[in-house]
């Protein structure tokens, strides 16, 4: 939701992935209720392009990665791993190349560090970031800014 209010790039998989939460009708009922129309047509977009372009096998694999990172950015956060260690550099460039890369190629490196410090700032983002461990938001920001950063990223 909050990338849709404060139009931050999302591509169709991550929406469509977001609205099969449990809660997917409170969240469409609470976009619809801040956004209109608006929300309603970019709902039903992702949902029509999502239905096009993606199976239920490829949401899964979607779900099932993310976990997978989180899984493993928390196990480097609860072992105290610096997020410039080589580690975790590595698990910045498997995120980045599964999620970041779907965005626009003429995404700059500085808008790619802007969408990481975007993404860990927003309310709802940041809850969900702090479920999983207080020091998440924080490393996967670091982490992933420092990957950007030495990697060119964003000018792909």
Request: aromatic fraction near 8%; glycine fraction near 4%; charge should be negative.
């Amino acid at each position: 939701i909050s990338h849709l209010i404060d139009d931050i790039p999302i591509d169709e998989i991550e929406l469509y992935a977001g609205l099969q939460h449990p809660s997917k009708n409170k969240v469409k009922k609470e976009l619809i209720d801040y956004m209109g129309a608006a929300a309603a047509e970019k709902i039903m977009q992702a949902q029509n392009k999502a239905s096009e372009t993606i199976d239920k096998d490829t949401l899964k694999e979607f779900q099932s990665e993310m976990d997978i990172f989180c899984k493993a950015i928390l196990l480097l956060v609860e072992e105290g791993v610096s997020p410039l260690s080589d580690e975790a550099q590595e698990w910045a460039g498997w995120i980045y190349q599964r999620r970041m890369q779907r965005f626009p190629s003429g995404m700059t490196m500085d808008e790619a560090v802007q969408f990481i410090e975007m993404e860990v700032s927003q309310p709802k983002s940041r809850k969900q970031f702090d479920a999983v461990h207080p020091n998440f938001a924080n490393y996967y920001r670091e982490m992933m800014v420092e990957y950007i950063s030495n990697t060119g990223c964003g000018t792909h």
